[in-house]
């Protein structure tokens, strides 16, 4: 079994910055990707970014503000957000892919809010 766990969250100031951390409990190259996804309260959930080989994509709306990044001897993907703004407040989930077994693994996820 597959466990994700997601830490990092807070509060922050507008303009602050945090860094989350997905630890995983299997080697994060095993994983077709992994990703960052966040529910702000009454929206979906939303794409940030995705890891996997050689590849990173965000999100449009991400504009360089966030980074994506991945220790792959700690088995842990890291996003660090910078400038953050009221409206990036939301539960940050991670979510790491298995093509093979076609099976998505989610954290229970981190809160995030940003207010002054």
């Known amino acids: 079994q597959v466990h994700v766990v997601e830490s990092g969250g807070g509060l922050v100031q507008p303009g602050g910055s945090l860094r989350l951390s997905c630890v995983i409990s299997?080697?994060?190259?095993?994983?077709?990707?992994v990703g960052w996804h966040r529910q702000a309260p009454g929206k979906q959930r939303e794409f940030i970014a995705t890891?996997?080989?050689?590849?990173?994509t965000y999100a449009d709306f991400v504009k360089c503000r966030f980074t994506i990044s991945r220790d792959t001897a700690k088995n842990t993907v890291y996003l660090q957000m910078n400038s953050l703004k009221p409206e990036d407040t939301a539960v940050y989930y991670c979510?790491?892919?298995?093509?093979?077994?076609?099976?998505?693994?989610w954290g229970q996820g981190t809160q995030v809010t940003v207010s002054s």
């Open positions: 979510k790491a892919r298995d093509e093979l077994r076609e099976e998505n693994y």
């Open positions: 890891i996997g080989g050689v590849s990173i």
């Open positions: 299997r080697t994060i190259n095993s994983f077709h990707v």
